[in-house]
């Protein structure tokens, strides 16, 4: 006879060898789950360190591309069009993408609320080469001429249905007592909005934000109509630019086993990028958060 478990003065049945079963098996199946998710993204980044690693050196992260028959070169100006882009969608698409976010989950409860909902659902499901191609008729056609600005601008139209959605869930998710204490003290609305419902969420959010951010990073079709890309430098908002997306699909296409290897390389690069990035927001948030909790 097992004996029986005691919980301060409660005696409490033994746990039966099935109802134990059941639970380690739940266990093991989770935990299977977990490693089939992981498994195809270790797969990947496992492939592109084969194939990528050996064309990573200095002048690839330091030098343009060198002409059709020459070997070396590199995509320095590509990595540096990929941030200048990027820099540019997130400055446009975070701000609207929160502030969509907040007004949804504050003040949303109309008709107005479920128009701008509709929309952004809409919005995350439109394939990006539609998305490049409205924002090459907003404006490259206005400006006459391709531009990292119009590829910031495709790129911050796909951020801002994501961060929008994920922003208004996770404000949603605060409590209302936390709203309730607020309001009791004589704190304003929008004041309690940003200061405590927003500050309470900030883990939440910058997840959302960082989602929107992985997805674009990576995006070609948009930019094709946009940014176009060049083999040169460029930090002017109004002239092509290079993106390492761009820089790896043309390179992929080519019939030179150079530039494969280099589009390999590329490929690594920006998903070590990616994560990077990712990561070290993720770090900086939760020791802001952890700090404010004090």
């Keep these: 006879m097992p004996e029986k478990q005691t919980a301060g003065s409660t005696t409490l049945p033994p746990i039966s060898l099935w109802r134990r079963g059941k639970n380690n098996f739940v ?25 990528g690693v050996g064309s990573i050196n200095w002048a690839f992260l330091t030098q343009t591309p060198k002409p059709v028959g020459e070997e070396g ?19 446009m698409g975070v701000p609207l993408g929160i502030g969509a976010g907040i ?27 539609v998305i490049g191609i409205v924002a090459y008729a907003l404006v490259v056609l206005t400006q ?39 309001y009791g003290l004589g704190v304003s609305r929008w004041r309690t909005t ?5 500050r309470t969420a900030t883990s939440g959010v910058i997840t959302g934000v960082m989602l929107a951010f992985a997805r674009v990073a990576g995006e070609t079709a948009p930019l094709l109509f946009t940014a176009f890309g060049n083999q040169f430098w460029n930090w002017k908002l109004n002239q092509p630019t290079a993106a390492l997306s761009l820089q790896i699909f043309n390179y992929a296409i080519s019939p030179f086993d150079e530039w494969h290897r280099q589009a390999w390389a590329g490929a690594l690069i920006l998903i070590v990028l990616i994560v ?10 939760s020791r802001g958060t952890l700090k404010g909790a004090n």
Excluded at 73 to 91: E, F, P, R, Y
Excluded at 155 to 177: C, K, Q, Y
Excluded at 194 to 198: A, D, N, Q, V
């Design 27 to 51: 266990t093991f199946a989770a935990m299977a789950a977990v490693f089939l998710v992981l498994l195809p993204l270790g797969a990947i980044f496992a492939y592109l360190v084969y194939k």
């Design 73 to 91: 070169g590199g995509m320095a100006n590509a990595i540096a069009g990929s941030a200048l882009i990027l820099a540019i969608a997130s400055v």
């Design 103 to 129: 007004y949804l989950a504050e003040y949303g409860q109309n008709r107005l609320g479920t128009l701008i909902r509709f929309t952004a659902d809409v919005l995350n499901g439109v394939p990006s080469i």
């Design 144 to 182: 006459k001429h391709f531009s990292a600005l119009a590829g910031g601008v495709a790129l911050a139209i796909m951020m801002i249905p994501t961060i929008t959605r994920t922003t208004e869930e996770m404000l949603l998710l605060v409590p209302n007592t936390v709203r309730e204490a607020a």
């Design 194 to 198: 940003l200061s405590i419902t927003l």
């Design 276 to 285: 990077a990035s990712v990561s070290a927001v993720r770090l900086a948030a």
